[in-house]
């Protein structure tokens, strides 16, 4: 699974660490996620979501695989 996490991230000027704080997670978390070495939860990805003020699916999607 894709994400533009890293981009959402620098848009808002958010350090991984603060947005940890928003979503409750630790920073390594959102360092995993941006790297793309971990999918995360149903409640994670609507929380990450929603502190961006977009859909899951702006943020999360799946890689096509041609």
């Given at each position: 699974?894709?994400n533009?996490?890293?981009?959402?991230?620098?848009?808002k000027?958010?350090?991984?660490?603060?947005?940890?704080?928003?979503?409750?997670?630790?920073?390594?978390?959102?360092?995993?996620?941006?790297?793309?070495?971990?999918?995360?939860?149903?409640?994670?990805?609507?929380?990450?979501?929603?502190?961006?003020?977009?859909?899951?699916?702006?943020?999360?999607?799946?890689?096509?695989?041609?």
């Open positions: 699974m894709k533009t996490l890293k981009v959402e991230r620098a848009i000027g958010w350090t991984q660490e603060e947005l940890a704080k928003k979503v409750s997670v630790s920073r390594q978390t959102i360092n995993t996620l941006e790297a793309g070495k971990y999918v995360p939860s149903t409640v994670l990805a609507i929380k990450i979501a929603r502190v961006f003020g977009k859909a899951v699916e702006d943020i999360f999607f799946l890689e096509d695989k041609d």
